[in-house]
């Protein structure tokens, strides 16, 4: 190919030879932007070299340090936590479970026809699944005191948020032939509805429902951090007294109960939606 | 056959069970004597699920202290506290300065102050995305089925990822203040820790679904496992990558905005002093400020996600 047939060709097609200057230079630009907000960030930040480096050798001590993991003399009190993050995880998940399944019949298209009305409920919801579970949390800590009911009602008013959406999604994704049919047969609309769509949601809630007992186990292991009971509270305070070998024992503790709850509930998502 | 269906289930069943005698056919009788059988084992199925189910509610309700009674004691200053912290404006002020009471710029009155926590917080939260991903980056080849060079070394990273994702961001931050010191060091290396074990997942998965056929040309060319990995499976797998480090960013700008209740920088530590001394208005205010951010930080991310799909699906 001669140069002058690659002119023409280039003339006619320059995106074939690659980016043109102009896109190089806006490549260059937006690297170099990146570049600084990079550096900046690192350096607003206070990440030297000296400070990360004192950090990975403390690091490296608290980790020898956890090294046996141990129970401790109150191994009885971390057993007790455990429970407790547990039930908090359970009651908590239930509860919005019930709760949410009215709340996502009111979110549900097909069901509140006034777009008003689900518009602003689906606005609420938004609202109360944009706050953090640990602020809730927090948040009920001052509002009924130390301990586990706090961390229960942070599950329970987080997960409300979410279910409620979620609910709210499978009902409308639900065939309304068998709604159509009940109504048809002379029922009225909340026949309808019970006899229509319950059924033909109720697996898929069932199954939320689990999947977020299971993700609520974790978050309940943490919500003791700000005092609302669970094995959180144990992880914080033995932190704060530096009992690392402890420490690493309830977070091993805490990593085996959440596989256990993991299997456990999958074993009966499978059942349950097989059947 | 209406009365029938209002009886209760036992007298229906045995109701039900004298016509099919009456039609003294062999073949009904059984049939009805096996769809009853078949009804009650259901029945018994359902009461024994509910029988465990209540069990562990009590048992649940016992462990975390939820006793009705302290519930319903709570409930009067749930309500007290929540209506507490809703902001007092007055329609007629609502607009005037921050001196007024009752005005927007009287509840937001540290709103200068707040603004620059917030972008503290986003850009916490986008370093910690960034150095995460990038440790999961380079976690993701050796943890990927199709790719990974040798049977141990993919158990090995896999587990390693495992168990960077199963711990805790906030755990990792206790630990962290620590080592590193009170500050958003610390957060972001811990949300930077968490996101490594949970996209490192992510990406492995994306790189298992890619062609091979690409790989296989950069091997039989001569190239290197390293080779084939940046110029086989990475051009692929880029725009996935792209879209999990968003939804990435959004998960850990609501991480992010909480960190500081463990002292490790950003909003949550601004938040946790005004919950802790109960200044009711500014919780409030703090609240409304991390909603708006986490909610356009999502608008702003599903877009960009979506672009970074469809150049995806211009690539195929």
């Known amino acids: 190919m001669s140069e002058s047939s690659i002119t023409t060709w280039r003339a006619r097609m320059p995106d074939a030879f690659g980016p043109g200057p102009f896109r190089l230079g806006l490549r260059f630009l937006g690297l170099a932007l990146f570049l600084v907000w990079f550096i900046g960030t690192l350096w607003y930040f206070d ?20 090294i046996p993991p141990s129970p401790g003399e109150l191994w009885v009190e971390i057993m007790k936590g455990l ?33 008003l009305l689900r518009f602003s ?29 706090a961390g229960v009602l942070a599950i329970f008013v987080s997960d409300i948020g979410i279910l409620s959406k979620l609910y709210a999604e499978a009902i409308e994704n639900a065939e309304k032939r068998q709604a159509e049919g009940v109504t048809a047969a002379g029922s009225g609309r909340l026949l309808g509805i019970r006899f229509g769509i319950l059924p033909q949601v109720a697996p898929v809630m069932l199954a939320q429902a689990l999947y977020f007992f299971e993700s609520n186990t974790r978050s309940a292991s943490i919500l003791g951090v700000v005092g609302a009971g669970g094995i959180g509270l144990q992880i914080a305070e033995r932190i704060r007294v530096r009992h ?16 256990a709850i993991d299997w456990i509930s999958a074993r009966i998502r499978r059942r349950l939606i097989a059947v | 056959m209406k009365s029938a269906a209002r009886k209760p289930p036992r007298v229906a069943a045995v109701l039900k069970m004298q016509e099919a005698y009456a039609t003294s056919l062999p073949a009904v009788i059984r049939g009805e004597e096996a769809f009853q059988a078949a009804r009650r084992q259901r029945r018994n199925a359902a009461l024994l699920g509910a029988a465990v189910v209540l069990a562990c509610l009590l048992l649940s309700a016992w462990v975390s202290e939820a006793h009705p009674a302290t519930l319903w004691a709570g409930l009067p200053r749930i309500f007290e506290y929540f209506i507490r912290i809703l902001p007092d404006l007055r329609w007629s002020a609502l607009f005037a300065g921050a001196e007024t009471e009752g005005s927007i710029a009287f509840w937001f009155y540290r709103l200068p102050e707040w603004a620059l926590l917030i972008v503290e917080t986003a850009n916490m939260a986008a370093l ?3 150095l995460g991903s990038a440790v999961s980056l380079l976690l993701a080849f050796p943890a990927a089925r199709n790719i990974a060079p040798s049977g141990l070394v993919y158990n090995l990273t896999r587990r390693f990822l495992e168990a960077l994702r199963t711990i805790p961001e906030i755990v990792y931050a206790l630990i962290f203040v620590w080592a590193f010191g009170v500050g958003a060091l610390a957060g972001i290396l811990a949300i930077a820790l968490h996101s490594a074990g949970a996209n490192g997942k992510l990406f492995a998965e994306a790189i298992e679904n890619a062609d091979m056929k690409p790989w296989d040309g950069v091997t039989s060319a001569g190239g290197s496992w390293f080779a084939a990995c940046r110029f086989a499976i990475l051009p692929q797998v880029l725009p996935n990558i792209l879209s999990y480090l968003l939804l990435r960013f959004e998960v850990n700008i609501r991480s992010a905005s909480v960190i500081g209740f463990v002292g490790a920088g ?6 946790y002093k005004v919950i802790s001394f109960n200044y009711y208005e500014e919780i409030s205010a703090i609240i409304l400020l991390i909603i708006l951010t986490v909610v356009s930080v999502d608008l702003l991310s599903e877009k960009l996600r979506h672009a970074a799909i469809g150049r995806l699906e211009a690539a195929r």
């Open chain 1, 121 to 149: 409920f689906r606005r609420v919801l938004d609202g109360i699944r944009g706050v953090d579970q640990l602020i809730w949390a927090l948040a009920f800590v001052r509002a009924v005191g130390l301990g586990p009911l």
């Open chain 2, 266 to 271: 950003g909003i949550g530590e601004e938040l």
């Open chain 1, 244 to 259: 690392w070998d402890e420490v690493a024992f309830i977070i091993i503790l805490m990593i085996i109960t959440v596989a």
């Open chain 1, 83 to 115: 429970a407790e993050s547990v039930a908090m995880a359970f009651l908590g998940t239930f509860l919005a479970a019930i709760v949410a399944i009215p709340l996502g019949f009111m979110g549900a298209r097909n069901v509140v026809t006034l777009t």
């Open chain 1, 47 to 66: 990440f030297s070299p000296t400070r990360l480096w004192n950090g990975l050798s403390g690091l490296g001590k608290i980790l020898v340090l956890m």
């Open chain 2, 128 to 130: 910690a995305t960034l």
